[in-house]
């Protein structure tokens, strides 16, 4: 997935069930339907998101599949990017 355009996507704060290997409880993952992003990867951007609001809040961010070299796909979005807080 190199070389990937950044897309608008929807993602939520959630607590993981397997902290192994991660840091902390709180993580952002990406809303289902919105392929290529998959529920199950994870979202690297602005820790403000899982430090000033409560776990479910959605956000608006700008992102795109990426990998460190030889290791998992992830998302990401640049930690200084605007976000946008969704009402329920």
Same mark, same amino acid.
């Given at each position: 997935?190199? &070389?990937?355009?950044y897309?608008?996507?929807?993602v939520?704060?959630?607590?993981i &069930? &397997? %902290?192994s290997?991660?840091?902390?409880?709180?993580?952002?993952?990406?809303?289902? &339907?919105?392929?290529?992003? !998959?529920?199950?990867?994870?979202?690297?951007? %602005?820790?403000v998101?899982?430090?000033?609001?409560?776990?479910?809040?959605?956000f608006?961010?700008?992102?795109?599949?990426?990998s460190?070299?030889?290791?998992?796909?992830?998302?990401? %979005?640049?930690?200084?990017?605007?976000?946008?807080?969704?009402? !329920?």
């Amino acid at each position: 997935m190199k &070389n990937q355009e950044y897309k608008e996507i929807i993602v939520e704060s959630f607590i993981i &069930n &397997n %902290s192994s290997g991660k840091h902390g409880l709180i993580h952002i993952r990406p809303l289902p &339907n919105q392929f290529p992003f !998959e529920e199950h990867m994870l979202v690297e951007c %602005s820790k403000v998101l899982i430090t000033d609001f409560p776990v479910g809040t959605k956000f608006s961010i700008k992102a795109k599949i990426t990998s460190r070299e030889g290791g998992k796909e992830f998302i990401y %979005s640049h930690y200084s990017w605007s976000y946008k807080v969704l009402k !329920e």
